[in-house]
């Protein structure tokens, strides 16, 4: 057992084959970029197959390998669980699976998992019933939980070699030119898909819309392409937009957002040509159309928007409040309208997004980013995997990435939900280390990081009423009490990776 | 001293090194893509540069490396020449250059080489004094020239391990996302740059026109970007439009369009959904003008042209006569305007193009190909580099990569060329093998591959004179006599690669 920068105890055996944390940019260094075998593909032979078990067979899938898929469909993807079902059919055993992240309509896998098809896991998060069955520790080895930068990275220098990604594609020619605008169930950005097409040693599109060579605009190139397979339906275009949010009337949301909006526009970072990221959530959506109203009446746009797209976005993009939206992935039907439609708006993969290890991500060039927690704690941690109770629910997404990279990352959360603490002395799990996060935003005021000295400074005269985080954390525990500790188990059942390949932090089975 | 399967003499060294042309599609075997180290860009680093000269000191460019550069400026490209200028005054030597292609405003390379800055080139081919400087003898080790699928080929597979790629872009941020339609000196598809940019060690953008963060499109994106430098230009834009070709009033050439047109309008590749690539030459783009009016009249629409684009192609684009361009270079402002403003006019990359070994080149997908020489023999070979007295003086282009993997092929060239025949026994240096030129095409009729007996009995009825190649050459000397024998000497100056790596021929000194 060793203790991390954080002081988290990180298992001997994890702590040897991952190193632990050790910093945010500790570990950033030249590697060698990982390379794929290239079978080439002569004039006349055809890449179009007639099932996927067809194509399970010509990549020579078998007992041991990784495989890798895309979350871009949300909770409306049928294509893990049509391959999955497929490769256990097939009496295909011990694979290791590594998808962007894991939804609820996922829930088959449990049953993969305890039939021993499925024996690894990463992603960037799993919800309900897989979270919990993971939880238990129906598994052997634990999950790996990536951020979004961090699958980026892991992929390119090698660290998940994906033996053979099957990607679900809105729009596919048979040579595999595919788009995620135009289709059946478009779900806009393949930006997480477009990674695995890069680096996978064999690459199989599954599409239920394939249209005359050559389908353009092209997200993921034929010269990423092994097979393209046609089927009835990729996903359900309802679940691709289910959860996402609609403008809040909750007044404790809407408090938060207002207080988000004056700490971002009231900052040094607000002028002509900022940029800024938002979250999906009630609050983080309204904290958009607060702040519009103020760069509308100082006469400020922004030159770029980032990050998962939202119609909020998009509504700021067509009034000229923004001028470009970079999107590796969108939350609604809207966003992905607009980005087929408008110039403007653009397509990146994760790599561009958020990888550390890259030759420049995006968010290197964000001043503002808006993100959620389930716990903040007196070091500023932040937990968004675990709930309360132990259990992982939650995702890391781009959440590490985008908070140590821009200028000024705010965490908006309630200080209490329910009868839970949000503000805690310790997070259950750590995802974000404290050190980047630079204020925290609650229906009640905020703290800002005593790291940020030159924030404390800017505002002094803000008027949003400010706390240190040990008054927040206070602040909550008496309105719900102490939170109960959870007892947990000797199982480690998740790692949670930092994005730069380190262990920041472990989750036990409860 | 070893012969390949045309017969060609290939020196024992170079047939070791680089093994002997073996036929088309035998060297197309599985392969270790190649891979660069990468070194991160943490937050707040900055790429952009003061000068040519501080990049290239950031690079550690040092005596014995490879650089790179893209050709799309064609006759006005500044940058080849600025970035060879300085590294000669740094005083670095023994540089090889592996630029997609060499143009005559770089004459200035001469001295370079002479001082011994520049020791080693691969390009697609070289013009007047640059090629008849490597023709006397100039070099020490001969000059590799590679077709355009070949050096994507090369790149990917690592056997150009390209150091450093100094990228002229039309415009750039400052953390390196690039396009060629938006800036002063316009060129277009940066198809030929953007594999540099993927593969290439360290990366120097060389730009003109910084513009704000993100610009978008992206051709090449700041992933693949090390450092931005601004210059004051980068180029001529009438310099990048040079030589191009207006249609022809020359009889001779009309008459040669008419029987391609002909040849392809009545072949059983002609149905709706054709595709088709022209060349820039005069009799090329009369071609287009006649297969527009059968199109037209026959109601027949093409789903894509592909290639070097021309306004020729981007008219038929805008008429609906083709339903998508896609576009690895553009020879013309209009078809680089077309790129910006269409969406129907695609960039692709020189590996998405023409590789031999990736996925799946656009050109496999390709019906039909118009493409020009400068001497056919009666094997059907092409030769497009070497003049009549052989001298270099020309470019393997993507000559042989869609000769190779189009389904149909017409070479098409008057018989004689003022006192010189063009159809002749053996061509001087081989580029294209026989084996993939289907029809060659001329004023006074055509001559089908006797290989190719289902184009014989297709064509049985055509109103097109048909001879064999052996006839066609008999009446060239007919008209000119019998050409003089080239004096060569006995150094290889240029080794002529076939697209798959080895070695179709070579070109000794005169």
Redesign the interface.
């Known amino acids: 057992m060793g203790q991390n920068k954080l002081g988290r105890d990180i298992p001997q055996e994890f702590a040897e084959q991952y190193g632990v944390f050790g910093g945010e940019?500790e570990e950033?260094?030249?590697?060698?970029?990982?390379?794929?075998?290239?079978?080439?593909?002569?004039?006349?032979?055809t890449?179009l197959l007639g099932s996927i078990k067809e194509a399970i067979e010509k990549t020579g899938l078998k007992d041991g390998m990784t495989i890798s898929f895309h979350h871009h469909f949300r909770e409306g993807d049928f294509v893990m669980n049509m391959v999955m079902d497929t490769i256990a059919e097939m009496g295909i055993k011990n694979i290791s699976i590594a998808p962007s992240s894991i939804a609820n309509v996922h829930e088959p896998l449990i049953g993969h998992i305890k039939n021993g098809v499925v024996t690894n896991i990463t992603s960037s998060g799993l919800r309900d019933k897989v979270g919990a069955a993971i939880s238990e520790g129906i598994m052997e080895n634990p999950v790996v939980i990536r951020s979004h930068g961090g699958r980026a990275r892991a992929i390119?220098r090698g660290d998940i070699k994906i033996d053979v990604a099957f990607l679900g594609a809105p729009s596919s020619d048979a040579?595999?030119n595919v788009n995620g605008t135009v289709g059946k169930a478009t779900c806009g950005s393949l930006g997480y898909a477009m990674i695995d097409a890069k680096y996978a040693e064999q690459?199989v599109i599954i599409t239920d819309y394939l249209v005359?060579?050559?389908n353009?605009?092209?997200s993921i190139?034929?010269?990423?392409?092994?097979y393209v397979v046609e089927v009835d339906a990729i996903g359900d275009p309802d679940g691709i937009a289910k959860g996402a949010t609609r403008f809040t009337k909750n007044p404790k949301e809407l408090l938060i957002a207002e207080y988000a909006s004056k700490v971002i526009t009231k900052s040094p970072y607000f002028k002509e040509?900022f940029s800024f990221q938002t979250g999906t959530g009630g609050a983080s959506l309204a904290v958009s159309r607060f702040m519009r109203e103020t760069m509308i009446k100082e006469n400020i746009t922004a030159?770029?928007a980032l990050g998962g797209i939202t119609n909020a976005m998009v509504e700021l993009l067509e009034e000229g409040l923004v001028?470009?939206i970079?999107d590796v992935q969108d939350f609604d039907h809207p966003s992905g309208i607009s980005l087929g439609n408008s110039?403007?708006h653009?397509e990146?993969d994760a790599?561009?997004y958020a990888?550390?290890?890259?030759?420049?991500?995006?968010?290197?060039?964000l001043d503002v980013a808006i993100l959620s927690a389930l716990e903040i704690d007196t070091d500023f941690n932040v937990n968004v995997i675990t709930g309360s109770d132990g259990v992982i629910r939650g995702a890391s997404g781009g959440h590490s990435d985008t908070s140590?990279?821009?200028k000024m990352s705010l965490i908006i959360s309630p200080l209490v939900r329910g009868r839970i603490p949000t503000i805690v002395e310790a997070v259950n799990t750590v995802v974000t280390p404290g050190s980047s996060v630079d204020v925290v935003v609650t229906e009640i005021g905020i703290a800002i990081n005593p790291a940020r000295q030159d924030l404390i400074e800017a505002f002094k005269n803000l008027d949003v009423p400010q706390y240190t985080i040990e008054e927040l954390q206070e602040k909550a525990y008496a309105i719900v009490g102490v939170p109960d500790k959870i007892e947990y188990g000797e199982k480690t059942v998740a790692l949670i990776e930092y994005r730069d390949g380190t262990i920041i932090d472990v989750v036990k089975n409860v």
Chains 1, 2 share one sequence.
């Open positions: 940019f950033i260094k030249t590697y060698q970029e990982h390379s794929r075998q290239i079978n080439p593909v002569k004039p006349r032979d890449k390119a040579y595999g690459v005359d060579y050559p353009t605009p092209i190139p034929q010269t990423d392409v092994d040509g030159d770029f001028k470009k970079i110039e403007n653009y990146i790599n561009f990888s550390p290890l890259s030759k420049g991500a995006a968010i290197n060039q140590a990279a821009c």
